[in-house]
């Protein structure tokens, strides 16, 4: 009895001096294999640099490299790729790892007696060490909007952003972000700027989720490691898992209301409408609201208004780009009165969840439109077949006119050009002065008694379009009256002479039309 209470001291006092002992036999037990030799590729890398470790034992052991314990080395590294290979004489296990974290890792060991592995994970590139000093420098971080340290409400869309700021050269995969029970998650969009990491310029590769809680409680979003390719190497960052929670709203707000402020993106409306036809009026809405919960809304608000609710509103969802959903809105109206018609002034209600009290949450965003001048088109029509008439009337006394005056200035072309005739005649007939001095009177028109040469000359240049008879009318009163020697020129070349400038004479167009 003595003997078996000795042994049971002595073994208490050996386990209280050699804790490590016992502490670490459970993790041998599950980690070490007999005869195995663990080497890693590098001892330092930086963060998101892949590593090689090398598992190697002789091929006679059993069990096999296949079956061993890797579960302790994802506390620290994602594991990318196994490659089991085998010889006759070897057996060898090599695997990928990426690090999870930065600092000094400590790798289990693998062996009963073998040394625990370690490697230097440094954040970017470190100077004056060649196997980090060419790698890029990355920061990963994960915001949101509203804050994640602030909280999240049930049914409250939330833009959640992961963010990649590097500098160098990389290529990314874009991550992936799935709905679950209780979440929805729906990708709005990736987008580049520029960025800074400790006074470094650097580019801010984000990539942006609508996260929108269902339940009420804790919520944990993790990421895969982001991927990225630099020349033809492929690189994997860790990427901080986002613990949130979502709170329930207060019981008197309205289940039905969007959670965020809507926004009207756009309306069309016309200028000028007509009586007879209904005037459309067409918006773009973002708004989390339910299903038919705008429709019921814009409905009572046009219900006491004759001409807009002659017809129901039309509500449809459309494409989403942004944070919250987007409707096509179409309300329709039967103007009754021609005139201006001043459009209702549209409300859109809303909850903000982090207001005081009801009166303060409730909120609203208030939605404008320009006159619009209706017109009757009957009215107008009337007019217009009216100036129509009056149009065709005067175009068609407009064309008589047009052809009375063109046949009246046919005939009266056609009287002057007999009369011209008549007195080219008379011209060439003439046997004397006498008789060419009458032909000239004849040229002249009207009542040419008592007139003399040079007076019958200017009623010959007003009526008729032609070379001037002065000079000829000179020598003509020489040959009259015998002077010099102008009179022996004969009478003969001046009667050919009047002859060939009358010919040359056409009516001017204010000829009377004797």
């Known amino acids: ?150 909280g999240w409400v049930v049914r409250q869309p939330v833009r959640l952003t992961l963010e990649a700021c590097f500098t160098g050269h990389l290529l990314w995969k874009p991550p992936t972000l799935a709905s679950r029970n209780g979440l929805s998650v729906r990708l709005l969009g990736e987008l580049g700027e520029a960025g800074e990491i400790d006074g470094q310029p650097c580019t801010a590769q984000r990539w942006q989720w609508a996260v929108v809680p269902q339940v009420i409680g804790p919520l944990r979003l993790t990421w895969p490691l982001l991927q990225a390719t630099r020349f ?24 039905e209301l ?26 773009e809405i973002e708004g989390d609201y339910g299903d038919g919960t705008l429709a019921e809304l814009l409905r009572a608000q046009l219900a006491g208004d004759a001409v807009w609710s002659a017809y129901l509103p039309e509500v449809r969802p459309a494409p989403a780009r942004g944070l919250s959903p987007r409707w096509s809105v179409r309300l329709l109206a039967q103007p009754q009165n021609t005139g201006p018609l001043q459009p209702p002034t549209l409300r859109l209600p809303w909850v903000d969840p982090q207001a005081g009290g009801p009166s303060q949450a409730l909120q609203q965003v208030t939605v404008h439109a320009e006159v619009v001048e209706i017109s009757d088109p009957q009215a107008g029509a009337v007019w217009h077949w009216l100036i129509g008439a009056l149009t065709v009337l005067l175009a068609a006394g407009a064309t008589l006119w047009s052809a009375w005056r063109l046949r009246c200035g046919w005939r009266r072309y056609q009287r002057a050009s007999r009369e011209h005739a008549r007195l080219l005649d008379a011209i060439e007939r003439s046997t004397g002065a006498l008789e060419l001095h009458q032909a000239l009177a004849g ?26 008879l002065v000079d000829w009318a000179t020598r003509f009163e020489r040959l009259r009256f015998g002077a010099g020697a102008d009179a022996e020129m004969g009478f003969e070349s001046l009667r050919l002479e009047l002859s060939h400038l009358a010919r040359a004479m056409r009516p001017r167009p204010s000829m009377s039309n004797r």
Not at 258 to 283: F, H, I, K, M, Y
Request: proline residues 10%; contains cysteine.
């Open 258 to 283: 969007p959670l965020r402020e809507p926004q009207v993106l756009g309306q069309r409306l016309p200028n000028e409408a007509s009586l007879r036809d209904p005037l459309a009026w067409e918006l």
């Open 232 to 255: 033809g190497s492929e690189w994997r960052f860790p990427a901080p898992a986002v613990e949130a929670v979502a709170r329930a709203l207060p019981g008197w707000l309205p289940g």
């Open 1 to 150: 009895m003595m003997r078996l209470l000795r042994v049971c001291i002595a073994a208490g006092l050996w386990a209280a001096l050699w804790p490590p002992a016992f502490a670490q036999a459970p993790a041998a037990a599950l980690q070490t294999l007999p005869g195995l030799v663990a080497t890693l590729e590098k001892s330092r890398i930086a963060l998101g640099e892949p590593v090689t470790l090398i598992l190697r034992r002789p091929a006679s052991k059993a069990p096999g490299l296949d079956t061993l314990d890797l579960q302790a080395l994802r506390a620290d590294f994602d594991i990318a790729t196994r490659s089991l290979g085998r010889d006759a004489s070897t057996e060898d296990l090599r695997l990928t790892l990426y690090p999870l974290r930065v600092g000094t890792l400590t790798l289990p060991r693998f062996a009963p007696r073998g040394q625990p592995l370690t490697l230097q994970v440094d954040d970017g590139p470190v100077e004056g060490v060649t196997a980090t000093g060419q790698a890029p420098r990355v920061r990963v971080r994960v915001f949101s909007e509203p804050d994640i340290a602030a």
């Open 443 to 468: 040229l002249a028109g009207g009542d040419t008694s008592g007139a003399t040469l040079f007076e019958l000359l200017v009623r010959v240049q007003t009526r008729w379009r032609g070379p001037s």
